[in-house]
């Protein structure tokens, strides 16, 4: 079943009509002015969103064949096997393209892993006071609040020497 | 506790450092070249994926004022108060941001509503067949295989006379 044992070569399609994309078969991915299409990456047991980055058209076909999750590092201009450095791997069980397709949802296994560089088990780890249902803390309504408090792994240990890839 | 019955004016603050943006509890969000940032929009009850979206700062003080996500249309140039015409609007049920603050994360309530254009639950309908874990159906490696079969509305009725908004 896996990519990486082989069958036909997967391709990628011109984008001909708003129906055929839309409402057809073939894959026509639509990359940016940058040659870039953003990844919306789940956990597929928990559902839990863990990041959202980029692929170029060769960190998609990679990312097909191989079955784990390969993304455009825009920070370090280069491609970039998720987990090659912590070991983290995100194997994905399922790959989904959007109505426009303009965005690829992947749902993989992190197995017991981390996907956040800062080392929480997701990237997003914070959520914001007194927007929607979620509760307000005395006199701090539109500031952070911690949804994760223990790190899966200590960033120092996992990466060292490495350059953080946040830009500000 | 909902934000459209007061409390502090929300702030968004400057990026100082890093460490900040990574570990503070003060929103700083990061928009890019064109003042955007991306959004990830999943049903609160069933974690589903529905959409992927982008939002520039003022869609972004709506969304935290109203409860209810605004977006900013890319193919309209507009800011679009999801819902305002298909009914289908998203209450916020929770709202985070991503370890840099370039990803806003929204966790919504659709209440038995659709959040895609051309009428599925979610935009997010097709998989890719024979990557990953994903099964392939004979002689169709790489095609699209529809997760979704049965539209909750019919876009003929809802947007009478709207011009889509697939960009090819």
């Excluded at 919306?40 to 060769?58: F, K, P, Q």
């Excluded at 998720?82 to 399922?94: D, H, L, N, P, Y």
């Excluded at 690829?104 to 249902?133: K, N, P």
């Excluded at 500031?143 to 994760?148: A, I, N, P």
């Amino acid at each position: 079943m896996n990519g990486a044992t082989g069958g036909k070569a997967r391709e990628l399609h011109p984008r001909i009509s708003v129906e055929e994309v839309e409402e057809g078969r073939e894959l026509a991915p639509k990359f940016d002015g940058d040659g870039l299409i953003p990844v919306v990456t789940t956990d597929a047991h928990s559902g839990e969103l863990l990041m959202h980055g980029y692929m170029n058209r060769e960190a998609l076909m990679r990312s097909m064949e191989l079955g784990e999750a390969v993304y455009w590092s825009r920070s370090r201009g280069q491609l970039w096997h998720k987990g090659a450095t912590s070991g983290f791997t995100q194997r994905i069980v399922e790959m989904l393209i959007d109505d426009d397709q303009d965005t690829v949802w992947l749902r993989v296994d992190v197995q017991g892993g981390a996907s956040c560089h800062v080392g929480y088990r997701s990237c997003f780890y914070r959520r914001i006071q007194g927007v929607g249902e979620a509760p307000v803390l005395a006199d701090t309504e539109g500031e952070l609040e911690f949804t994760e408090t223990e790190k899966v792994f200590d960033p120092e240990e996992v990466y060292p020497g490495a350059d953080n890839p946040t830009v500000l």
